[in-house]
């Protein structure tokens, strides 16, 4: 099935449409992955967490975690408390959580 996105017209739609939804994709393409990563998931992979040991140290739950890296909930919307703590934990400031095309 992923030879498939190896035709350069369907892999840019492909990109156009995670571009849209600001998705963040487990898809075996590197490229693809690298351009449409989540600021929340750098830091935390950065930092050898797991989503579960964020999600502890944060005090939030681990779907939350999991949504806001996959893009099927905007970090944007969350709410300031939510995002501090995941910034405190990870050492960084909550902007730097928030994508830089949504800033």
């Not at 449409?17 to 992955?33: K, W």
């Not at 893009?71 to 730097?96: F, N, P, Q, R, Y």
Request: aromatic fraction near 6%; proline fraction near 3%.
């Amino acid at each position: 099935m992923w030879g498939l996105f190896s035709n350069g017209i369907l892999k840019e739609v492909f990109r156009s449409r995670l571009e849209a939804e600001n998705c963040i994709t487990d898809y075996p393409d590197a490229e693809v992955r690298e351009i449409y990563s989540c600021p929340l998931q750098e830091k935390r992979k950065k930092k050898k967490l797991t989503q579960a040991a964020l999600a502890e140290k944060a005090e939030v739950s681990k779907r939350m975690i999991e949504s806001y890296e996959q893009g099927s909930k905007d970090i944007c919307k969350a709410e300031c408390l939510t995002v501090w703590k995941m910034a405190k934990v990870l050492g960084c400031h909550a902007e730097e959580l928030i994508p830089e095309e949504s800033r």
